[in-house]
C-alpha cells in the first residue's frame, strides 16, 4: 500500500476544485461583460482554453492563472480561493482592510473580535490559558496554577491524543499538519463548550492557526511564558524531548526561526510573564500577578 498523501484530495474533490474553478472564470468575466474572446485576447490563453477551463475540464497552470488574474483585474487568490471564500461581503470587507496602513489593520481586528467575538468577559477571566514555545513552563505553572485556583487543569496536546486514540506524531504521520490543526480546533472547541473554568496548556505552535487562535484569544484569558532562546533550548534537551520542531532537526537556529515567526502572535496574549533565570515558584507567582 502506497504512502498516505494527507494533503491531496480524492479525484472527485478535485473535480468539483476545477469545476468551481470554471464557474468562478465564468462568473467574473459575465459580470465585467467581458467575452470569452476578449478574455482571450487579454489573458493569453486561447478560446478553446478558456472554454475547456470554464466547463471545468482544464487544470491551468499557476502562470497561466495569473495571466487570468491580471485580464480581470482580481487578486490571484480570489480565482484560487476555496468554497465559500467568496462572498461579495468577504470580498468588499477584505479589501477595505487591505486599504488600511498595518497598525489600523491590528486596530480594526480587534474591534471586530470584540464587536463579533463568543466571549462574555466576566467568563473570559475564569478561563486562563498559557501560550508560549515548547520549554517555556506551559505543563509545569500550569498543572500548579490549576492547583492553586482549584479548577481543572487540560493540556490541549493530550486531549487530541485521547480523543483520537493515537500519538501526536501518528497523527503527523497520517494525517499531517492538517489533520492535526482540525483535531486541535475541535478538541478546544469542545474544552469551551464544555469547562466554565480551566487552566489550559495549549500546543506552542496554536498561534500559526489563525481561526483557532482568533477563537482561542476571544474565549480565554491568554498567557504568553517565555525564555530567553537558549533557555528553550536546554530545557526540551533536559527532558530527553526530541519531537521534531514544526517538522525540522532540533537546533538553535531553528528554534530562534519559530520563536521568530510566532513571537509577534504569541504578543497579542493578554499578558505575558518571563520564566526565565528563576524558579517554577517564582514563576507562578508572577503568573498569579499576571492575572490579576
Ligand atoms: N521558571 C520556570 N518556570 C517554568 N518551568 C521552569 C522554570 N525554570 C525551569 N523550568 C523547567 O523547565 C521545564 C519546562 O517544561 P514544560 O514541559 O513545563 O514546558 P511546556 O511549555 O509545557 O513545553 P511543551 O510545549 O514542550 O509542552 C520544566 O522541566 C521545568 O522544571
Ligand atoms: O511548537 C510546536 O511546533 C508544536 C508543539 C507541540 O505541543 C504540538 O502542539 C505540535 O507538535 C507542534
Ligand atoms: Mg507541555
Known amino acids: 500500500m502506497s504512502a498516505p498523501v494527507p494533503g491531496k484530495d480524492d479525484p472527485e474533490a478535485e473535480e468539483a476544485f476545477l469545476r ?4 468562478r472564470v465564468r462568473g467574473l468575466r459575465a459580470r465585467r461583460g467581458m467575452t470569452r474572446r476578449i478574455l482571450a485576447r487579454d489573458s493569453g490563453l486561447s478560446e478553446r482554453y478558456l472554454a475547456q477551463l470554464e466547463s471545468g475540464q482544464g487544470n491551468v497552470s499557476i502562470l497561466l492563472m495569473r495571466q487570468l488574474a491580471r485580464a480581470l483585474n482580481v487578486p490571484l487568490r480570489r480565482l484560487v480561493a476555496d468554497a465559500g471564500d467568496e462572498s461579495d461581503d468577504l470580498v468588499h470587507a477584505t479589501e477595505l482592510l487591505r486599504s488600511l496602513d498595518g497598525p489600523r489593520q491590528a486596530e480594526a481586528r480587534d474591534l471586530l473580535a ?8 466576566e467568563q473570559r477571566r475564569h478561563r486562563i490559558a498559557l501560550i508560549g514555545l515548547r520549554g517555556a513552563g506551559k505543563t509545569t505553572l500550569g498543572g500548579l496554577l490549576a492547583e492553586r485556583l482549584d479548577v481543572p487543569f487540560i493540556e490541549l496536546d493530550r486531549e487530541i491524543e485521547r480523543t483520537s486514540g493515537v500519538s501526536l506524531a501518528t497523527i503527523f504521520e497520517f494525517y499531517g499538519q492538517a489533520g492535526f490543526r482540525r483535531l486541535e480546533r475541535s478538541c478546544l472547541d469542545r474544552i469551551l463548550e464544555h469547562h466554565p473554568r480551566f487552566v489550559l496548556a495549549t500546543g506552542g505552535s496554536i498561534v500559526s492557526e489563525p481561526a483557532t487562535f482568533e477563537r482561542l484569544l476571544s474565549a480565554c484569558y491568554t498567557v504568553w511564558l517565555h525564555a530567553s532562546p537558549a533557555e528553550h533550548m536546554e530545557r526540551v534537551v533536559a527532558q530527553g ?7 525540522n532537526d532540533e537546533s538553535m537556529a531553528d528554534l530562534r526561526r519559530i520563536l521568530e515567526g510566532r513571537e509577534g502572535l504569541y504578543r497579542r496574549a ?4 518571563d520564566t526565565g533565570g528563576r524558579p517554577p515558584a517564582a514563576s507562578l507567582d508572577a503568573l498569579i500577578a499576571a492575572l490579576a
Open 20 to 23: 468551481l474553478l470554471g464557474e
Open 114 to 121: 470584540r464587536a463579533f467575538g463568543d466571549a462574555d468577559p
Open 241 to 247: 524531548d526530541m519531537r521534531p520542531m514544526a517538522g
Open 270 to 273: 493578554d499578558a505575558d510573564v
